[in-house]
């Protein structure tokens, strides 16, 4: 079984400032630590699962950014990945949603035929959930969104414990299929120690817009629909704001004040 | 200029789910203004009375598509029927609810038209937008409002060059409102079983399990909300005493939940839920823009916070510095004496 991951270095949002923005709306990412997304290490998780049930299988991490998002490839080297690749380019810069999946897409079909795809189903930096959709449109694959379990896999289906609005189901798709994974699903597992040590020198491949069959027009700001028209930094309109001590009388007073006004 | 069209959601019950009558309302605002007609688009089984119910917000048209293989949501029979009713109709706006369903229907549907979409929505207004390089200008344009990274800035995203302008927006954001309850409408079937083909039927769904919803704190009218700041789990217990207290209930920030001090289902902001109580009582909450998205519509705000600058401090009525675990219980103490 030829299982895919699909997985992106994100700036760590907890430690984000207001300087972590250019000027044209897009995202600073140099001046930013760090993280491989967390729901893309749970995909990876469930990807290798496969495998472990699957024997044979192998598990292909691709990523989109700079050249130093190869640091999660390594990474899920580390962890059990068989192989991988970053696709980075200036031709993919500025790209929404709609020009990632694209570019994403065309990086897969160049792997030839693959059983199954498993990303995050958003990323920390923009929680958006929309990319892992859009890859499974263009490759004209059925989508499992949302998964939370990995039930049952084999060479022709596989089943899918996922999260709705109030509750959750059971799904079977047949494969070759896309799956979005949710933080409710297991932990990645640890790097081997036996695998740091093979793998800590080896070069993470680097492929281009040259390497995969693209339209340029596709790819990047050009292929990208939707426009940053205003950044503003929020300046919050001032009320009318009373500062209390925290002492007796005050909240004494404040309270009953709530009390008199019904709010309490 | 072409219409606005709704995605309608259907309930367990099969009825109209309020995320989608949101976005009806909304929907009618936009559709007055750029004088066009709402759609909206109900995907389902025996969903008549559903569509009808849909006249009262405003909607002009619904488009329905009736068929078993509709029932309960799936990706594929819906992507396929909605798809390609877009492509025929060509609306200028369409609108999803960013719910399990929305979001996992509008952006394979916008792969397909290779339009944009914007997911989580704060704002939806009609504006014109110049294009800073050609210097070209496009009226009537959707301006999609969003909090975006970080939690300093938000974002105001355009489409100007594809249509439709596609957008999702949480539950809770956008107020129902019925429009005008003898507003009549027109019922327009789509033949769902010429539609629908074998392949539409890749997934199958084997069972479900639907809860009874633990916690919902959307309508609470008194709500005691802990940041990160609140320092652990066992901490915000006293924010379930306070709450008990005064007979509201525990809200959260995403710090909060992450940190797991509480259930993801009180998570308040762009990612969780839109409050709009009487009183906000926000406890070691610094403020992120995306947090203030869910709750700067309370109608009174209490913040309690070590840091006399905390950005929450600018859109709270009272102030009160100070370690919110001290705090509190002087304020449960205040109340009960004024309560006798």
Known sequence: MKIVVLAKQVPDTHNVTADAMNADGTVNRAALPTVFNPEDLQALEMALTVKDQMPGSTVTVITMGPPRAAEIVKDARFRGADDGFVLSDMRFAGADTLATSYAISQAVASLGSVDLIFCGRQAIDGDTAQVGPQVAEKLELPQITYAEELVAVSDKAITIRRRLEHGTEQVQAQLPALVTVTSAAPECRYPHAHRLLRYAKEEVPVRTADDISVDIERLGMKGSPTKVKKIENVVLAHKESVTLDATAEALDELSRGLIEEHIL | ?340
Do not use: W
């Not at chain 2, 969003?146 to 800035?153: K, V």
């Not at chain 2, 207290?245 to 308040?268: K, Y």
């Open chain 2, 1 to 340: 200029m072409n219409n606005v069209l709704v995605y309608c959601e259907l309930t367990e019950a099969n009825q109209i789910a309020d995320i989608s009558l949101e976005l009806c309302t909304k929907g009618r605002q936009l559709a007055t203004r750029l004088g066009v007609r709402l759609q909206a688009v109900v995907a389902g089984h025996q969903v008549d009375a559903a569509a009808r119910s849909l006249f009262p917000y405003g909607v002009d048209d619904v488009f329905v598509a009736d068929d078993a293989r509709l029932s309960p949501y799936r990706t594929l029979p819906h992507f396929h029927i909605v798809g390609k009713l877009i492509q025929e109709q060509e609306p200028d706006i369409v609108l999803f609810g960013a719910s399990s369903v929305g979001r996992d229907l509008a952006p394979r549907i916008a792969s397909f038209l290779r339009c944009g979409l914007t997911a989580d929505c704060t704002a939806l207004e009609i504006g014109s937008h110049t294009d800073a390089k050609t210097g070209k200008q496009y009226d009537n344009t959707l301006m999609q409002i969003r909090p975006a990274f970080g939690g300093n800035i938000v974002a105001t995203i355009v489409t100007p060059e594809t249509r439709p302008q596609m957008a999702t927006v949480r539950e809770g954001v956008m107020k129902k409102e019925v429009f005008d309850p003898a507003h009549k409408g027109n019922i327009i079937g789509l033949p769902a079983d010429k539609i629908l083909t074998p392949a539409d039927e890749a997934v199958r769904i084997l069972s479900r399990e639907i809860e009874e919803q633990r916690i919902n704190i959307k309508n609470a009218p008194i709500i005691v909300a802990g940041g990160y700041g609140m320092g652990s789990k066992e901490n915000f217990q006293l924010l379930h005493d306070f709450a008990r207290l005064i007979g509201g209930s525990v809200g959260a920030t995403r710090a909060a939940v992450d940190a797991g001090f509480c259930e993801g289902e009180r998570q308040i902001g762009q990612t969780g839920v839109t409050v709009r109580p009487k009183l906000y009582i926000a406890c070691g909450i610094s403020g992120a823009v995306q947090h203030r998205a869910g709750m700067d519509q309370s109608a009174k705000i209490i913040s309690i916070n070590t840091d006399p600058d905390a950005p929450i401090n600018a859109i709270a009525d009272y102030t009160i510095v100070g370690d919110a675990m001290t705090v509190i219980p002087m304020f449960m103490n205040a109340y009960k004496n004024n309560l006798k």
